[in-house]
């Protein structure tokens, strides 16, 4: 396995807007293995505790107001192609709740992991991704696009601190890459 830390002196030797591409792709690279083999390897229920306490921590504001009361008893799966990363969910007396990979969903929502970076950035607009399917959206259409719709409202600014730093960092790097490089869509990680 290649860590990050085997790729930057290649990246190193090489000067300006090709180091930033060759940095961009190396991110990309090693954190989508990195977190494809993360999944891999952590045992499910481990993931599913964590996902579960992770968002709702994360959108705890949103679930006592109701914004995620349209979810309540149904379920969605949030799908990374690029990661292999499968997580169906719902919502129940306002509390998210992860099941088990394999269980069925009435919605599904397909990104690729940088795509909903972009999202998450603000960097792109859903409805740019839905119709470049690059978000695809099947099964019960309207519950699909009510969580779109939820997404695009997010603001990282009522994130707690610990998610917020950790958006920051990721946005700088993005950011970063982005400004020395030739590519239209440089840091694609």
């Known amino acids: ?16 807007k090709e180091a930033a591409r060759r940095l961009s792709e190396d991110l990309r690279s090693v954190l989508t293995r990195t977190l494809e083999e993360s999944f891999r390897r952590v045992p499910h ?8 306490f992770f968002l709702n921590l994360l959108f705890s504001s949103h679930r006592q107001r109701g914004d995620l009361d349209f979810m309540e008893g149904h379920h969605v799966a949030i799908e990374m192609e690029d990661l ?7 919502i129940h007396n306002r509390s998210i709740q992860v099941l088990r ?8 929502i397909r990104s690729r992991f ?3 970076l ?5 960097e792109t607009d859903p409805d740019t991704l839905f119709f470049q399917r690059h978000l695809v959206i099947e099964g019960e259409i309207e519950m699909g696009l009510g969580l779109k719709n939820f997404m695009e409202g997010l603001s990282a600014s009522q994130w707690p601190a610990p998610f917020r730093l950790g958006c920051y960092s990721v946005g700088k790097i993005r950011q970063f890459c982005r400004q020395h490089s030739s590519r239209e869509n440089p840091l694609d990680v």
Request: with cysteine.
């Open 118 to 122: 972009a999202l998450i950035f603000h």
């Open 101 to 108: 990979k394999a269980s069925p969903a009435e919605t599904v």
């Open 114 to 116: 940088p795509d909903l």
């Open 45 to 52: 229920v481990c993931q599913q505790w964590s996902l579960e």
């Open 1 to 16: 396995m290649i860590t990050l830390f085997q790729s930057i002196p290649v990246t190193c030797t090489m000067r300006g």
């Open 84 to 90: 292999n990363w499968r997580w169906p969910i719902s």
